[in-house]
């Protein structure tokens, strides 16, 4: 049964950091785009990263542009999201999510999601 279990949420002060994780199990990622999407309370699922099955393309919303990265590590089965400077607007739900072929930024074209992780920055 393919499963992505998120990890690396946690409260964290305004400009500080954090390192989530996206595992993967019951199949292997190397044959799939990789998503990071966030929900904040009474707001759309929003897609923040993605990364290309071969690690080579990646995409990033304009809000988290210069200070969020995403890698992937196919070896660990395993995809991460690095977030510096964390403001306050940043903080939400974080899912990653899991299609075959290309990056996407709509939510709707993934096939598998976590369960989430909440990220809270505090001003």
């Known amino acids: 049964q393919l499963q992505l279990v998120e990890s690396g949420g946690g409260l964290v002060q305004f400009g500080g950091s954090l390192r989530l994780s996206c595992a993967a199990s019951?199949?292997?990622?190397?044959?799939?785009?990789i998503g990071w999407f966030r929900q904040a309370p009474g707001k759309e699922r929003e897609g923040v990263s993605c990364?290309?099955?071969?690690?080579?393309?990646?995409n990033y919303a304009d809000s988290v542009k210069g200070r969020f990265t995403i890698s992937r590590d196919n070896a660990k089965n395993t995809v991460y999201l690095q977030m510096n400077s964390l403001k306050p607007e940043d903080t939400a739900v974080y899912y990653c999510?899991?299609?075959?072929?290309?990056?996407?930024?709509?939510?709707?074209?993934?096939?598998?999601w976590g369960q989430g992780t909440q990220v809270t920055v505090s001003s």
């Open positions: 999510a899991a299609r075959r072929g290309f990056c996407s930024a709509y939510y709707g074209h993934y096939d598998d």
């Open positions: 019951g199949f292997t990622l190397d044959y799939y785009a």
């Open positions: 990364i290309k099955s071969s690690g080579t393309t990646t």
